[in-house]
């Protein structure tokens, strides 16, 4: 199944933008009539038909909806530090993404090395890994986010609080967190400092650890994707 992304299907018919239509005809070499699926990337996936080959005005013609397609019974929030290499970050959105996470937030912590990013990018990262994997998801991906600002904006949150930290005191993400939703503090090459754990600690977060080892960034924000996916799963 090939999927197109097209975030504002509200008609009977939807025109694709010109790279997914350069895509669809040139590459895929659709035709008028053949069957394409979309998603909007908000659970919905459309069925359609091609009504028009015209690369500068390719349309479908809608003929099947699938409203919640995937819809997870949980609801993962990752907060991870940007790495200071962004290809690395990238492929954290993109792993993460086809394990799958609901929302995503870069958090800028005392020991980050990285302070900003280029958010259209990332999202065309998501977008991509999104139909790759064949899910009509999108994950959320939230403005970096200085690390008590985040604190402070999550006190209320109903969800599994956990801030992942190498230390022998702490027991592993798999033995503290059951089901449900979830929310993962992430930090960066450096770690956090302790007074970030502190303040983490303060508003009801639990210090779990994710193995022995040491992960880095991106590899510890994939093992805590499919440690909650696992979780839920049995």
């Not at 492929?91 to 259209?120: D, N, Q, S």
């Not at 059951?178 to 960066?188: H, R, T």
């Amino acid at each position: 199944m090939q999927l197109f992304y097209a975030p504002q299907i509200l008609k009977e018919q939807y025109l694709l933008d010109k790279i997914d239509a350069q895509h669809c005809l040139k590459v895929l070499r659709k035709k008028e009539g053949d069957l394409l699926h979309l998603v909007d990337g908000q659970g919905g996936l459309y069925e359609a038909s091609l009504t028009s080959s015209n690369p500068k005005k390719c349309t479908f013609e809608l003929l099947k909806t699938t409203p919640y397609f995937g819809k997870r019974a949980f609801r993962l929030h990752l907060a991870i530090a940007p790495t200071k290499n962004i290809s690395r970050l990238e492929w954290f959105l993109e792993k993460a993404t086809e394990i799958g996470v609901e929302e995503i937030t870069p958090i800028l912590c005392r020991y980050a090395e990285r302070k900003f990013i280029k958010e259209e990018r990332l999202n065309k990262i998501l977008v991509v890994a999104m139909k790759q994997s064949l899910k009509a998801y999108l994950p959320m991906l939230n403005p970096l986010t200085k690390f008590s600002n985040f604190i402070d904006q999550q006190k209320a949150t109903k969800s599994f609080k956990g801030i992942a930290c190498m230390t022998e005191k702490e027991s592993h993400l798999f033995h503290n967190y059951q089901e449900g939703n979830a929310l993962i503090l992430i930090g960066p090459e450096g770690g956090f400092s302790e007074k970030e754990v502190e303040a983490a600690k303060a508003t009801n977060y639990k210090v779990v650890s994710l193995g022995d080892n040491r992960l880095r960034t991106e590899t510890a924000g994939v093992v805590v994707c499919q440690t909650v996916k696992t979780m839920c799963s049995v």
